[in-house]
C-alpha cells in the first residue's frame, strides 16, 4: 500500500532552526530542538516546557524517562527537572537519527545506514540490527507494526517495514517534505518532526 500521506495538522516547535527527533508521553508532544528537548499540547501546539538538554536527533519516552541521542550518546533524562540520569553509548558512534522505546528496549535508526538497531537500553548492547532500502530518519511501534520516518534531497515519508526483513510493507509520501523523528500516538496519528522548517506534522496512519 503506497499512497500519499495525509497531514492533519501542524506546530511549530523551533522558530530558530530545526527538529531533530520527536516522542509522545500520552499528553504531551516533545520535540528535541539542538539544546532543549521542548514540550508541546498536541491540539493547540503550545509549548508546555522546555529542558535544557542537549538534542541532537532521536527522541524517546518509556513511560517515565525520556531518551535523548546528543552526539555519541544516549541520554536518560527525567522529565520533570531535566536532569540526565543515566547515558549509553548509541550504536552508530554519532551516526544515529532515530530512535523509539518498544517491548521494553530501545530502537535506533542510523540514516545512511538505512538500518533500525534494537538495543538493551541498560548497557547499550546491540541485540539486533533491521536493514532497511531508505535513509532512516525516525523510528516508532505501534499495534504491532514498524514504521520509520525517511526523507532523501528534502522529500521524505514514513514506511511500514516486515521488522523481520526490512521490506515494506506500506508507505506514506511526504514530496517536498523532509521528515525528522516519527512517533505514533498510540492510536491513528503519527508526530512527525519537519526538518529545517522547524515544524512537526500530524499525520493520519490510515
Known sequence: MNKK?????????NAAGPVHGVTFDGQHVWAATGTHVRAFDPVDGAEK???PVAAHAGTAFDGQHLFQIANDVIQKVDPATGAVVATLPAPGGGTDSGLAWADGFLWVGQYRGRRIVQIDPSSGATIRVIATKRFVTGVTWVDGQLWHGYSD???GGLARIDPDTGADLATLDM???SVSGLESDGGDRFYCGGGNSGLVRIVRRG
Not at 5 to 13: R, Y
Open 5 to 13: 500521506a495525509e497531514i492533519i495538522g501542524e506546530f511549530a516547535a
Open 49 to 51: 516546557r522546555a529542558l
Open 153 to 155: 534531497d528534502g522529500s
Open 175 to 177: 514530496p517536498g517534505m
